[in-house]
């Protein structure tokens, strides 16, 4: 279809002009509004609207509140309107509304007739993109924020592996060889306590390390890692949890594996501290590209829709924003004394990730 005349798209123009949603001013040389389409007129106060029906040349100050600039997110420095004879494209303009406050726009000022020197202003409401572009910069940082934790949280258990329980265990070597050595009683005595204090402390040392980033979690994956994870509570805390996994060694990205592990550490911490078990029952599966994860345990169990957190109220929103950041879905079903449960859901991808791709 091509048009055929210039009244045809005089036609067009005035539609556009009358239904488009982008707010239209049309500016005189001097400032002042020669007209404005509908979509201006609903963004704009009665008395502001009033003034520029008046011809008041600096009626749109009224209810910009200034465009964003290099130095400024608002500011009136050098703004369009200091130059009406310059066309400017493709700025973040901020406008007083009538209803919804102070809003972001991207302007347009485009000069249409230099004779005449008209101009007009066209503006686009910014604000779903903004809200979009603010809830991607989150997640964003919450990631990098996660990232970095985890990174160091690996550092510090690569340091106390290698580093402090190395020269602890070389100071038991040492400790050893003394006990064959010619001392008395009472010194070889003391030399057997220090030999056991050392030794605790060598087991909370290791403990610790896999804690914080246990290193078959990046070398073996989800299902090596909470077996050793479950071999440590039983050994230290008497909890048994019950473990049911057709993972085996599959692996996923290294973003998804620790999502998952930290959930399920953090909730099998939970029923240790309050549900008031000595089981707890973890399950691992894949269905149909969706990675499960739930932890179930006979409880006492709380009110999930009246909930008032308890130790740091940190470890549930904790989780739900973990899942959330690798687009997964978090379930807690809980009530008095019907136990608790937590279950994690997580699209995956068909290509499995590799070791490379977990100790980079």
Do not use: W
């Not at 008032?308 to 739900?320: A, F």
Request: net charge negative.
């Amino acid at each position: 279809m091509t048009l055929s005349n210039s009244e045809s798209l005089t036609n067009l123009l005035q539609k556009l002009y009358d239904r488009t949603t982008e707010a239209m001013f049309f500016f005189a040389a001097d400032g002042q509004i020669l007209s404005m389409n509908e979509a201006a007129k609903e963004i704009i106060e009665p008395g502001i609207y009033k003034k520029m029906l008046e011809g008041d040349a600096r009626s749109i100050c009224l209810t910009c509140r200034g465009y964003t600039s290099e130095e400024e997110q608002m500011t009136c420095v050098s703004c369009f309107m200091s130059n009406p004879q310059e066309t400017l494209t493709s700025f973040q303009l901020y406008l007083e509304t009538r209803d919804l406050g102070v809003l972001p726009y991207s302007a347009t000022y485009q000069v249409i007739d230099k004779e005449q020197q008209i101009s007009v202003l066209m503006l686009r409401n910014l604000t779903q993109q903004t809200q979009t572009q603010e809830v991607l910069h989150q997640k964003l940082r919450m990631q990098q924020v996660i990232l970095a934790q985890e990174n160091e949280r690996k550092r510090i258990s690569r340091e106390l592996h290698d580093g402090v329980a190395q020269e602890m265990l070389s100071s038991l070597v040492d400790l050893r060889v003394l006990k064959y050595m010619d001392v008395n009683d009472k010194a070889l005595e003391k030399l057997r306590q220090t030999e056991g204090s050392l030794m605790r402390l060598l087991d909370e040392i290791r403990h610790l390390s896999v804690e914080l980033r246990p290193a078959v979690l990046d070398d073996f994956g989800l299902e090596a890692a909470f077996r050793t994870h479950i071999k440590g509570l039983e050994k230290n805390y008497g909890l048994y949890v019950h473990l049911d996994s057709d993972l085996k060694k599959k692996r996923y990205e290294g973003e998804i594996e620790t999502v998952v592990y930290r959930i399920g550490q953090e909730a099998i911490l939970n029923a240790m501290k309050y549900a008031e078990v000595e089981d707890v029952y973890l399950s691992l599966k894949e269905t149909k590209g969706i990675l499960q994860l739930q932890v179930f345990d006979e409880g006492v169990g709380f009110d999930v829709n009246n909930f008032t957190p308890q130790g740091t109220g940190l470890g549930l929103y904790g989780m739900k924003e973990r899942v959330e950041l690798v687009g997964g879905d978090l379930t807690i079903v809980s009530g008095a004394q019907t136990g608790t449960k937590v279950q994690v859901e997580i699209p995956v991808k068909k290509e499995r990730a590799t070791n490379e791709n977990h100790n980079r």
